[in-house]
């Protein structure tokens, strides 16, 4: 089992830049591909972006494509998401999740473990 929590949401202003943080219990982490999902009040949870066992490869929505950058450090069990130029459409509660597959995917009950989120919210 793999216990996430995720810390570094905040406030910030439109054009600034978060780092999101996962910290992951369990020895298994560089067995699970790692994804970020947000959501906002009234809608649903959505996909924002993937990365492999290895971090060699990363998957992202196209809405923070080129803005937001996923990384891991498995020797830290540690994942990451940098955020930058970010918007106030980014507003969310943010999420890790860890996926036993290999692959990368977009839909959120493919994931078989989550954090508790954290919030981002973005001033115009």
């Known amino acids: 089992q793999v216990q996430l929590v995720e810390s570094g949401g905040g406030l910030v202003q439109a054009g600034g830049s978060l780092r999101l943080s996962c910290a992951a219990s369990g020895r298994t982490f560089g067995s699970y591909t790692m994804g970020w999902f947000r959501q906002a009040p009234g809608k649903e949870r959505e996909f924002v972006g993937a990365?492999?066992?290895?971090?060699?490869?990363?998957d992202y929505a196209d809405s923070v494509k080129g803005r937001f950058t996923i990384t891991r450090d498995n020797a830290k069990t540690m994942v990451y998401l940098q955020m930058n130029s970010l918007k106030p459409e980014d507003t969310a509660v943010y999420y890790c999740?860890?996926?036993?597959?290999?692959?990368?995917?977009?839909?959120?009950?493919?994931?078989?473990?989550w954090g508790r989120g954290t919030q981002v919210t973005v001033s115009s």
């Open positions: 999740a860890a996926d036993r597959s290999e692959f990368m995917r977009i839909h959120a009950h493919f994931y078989d473990y």
């Open positions: 990365i492999t066992r290895s971090g060699g490869s990363t």
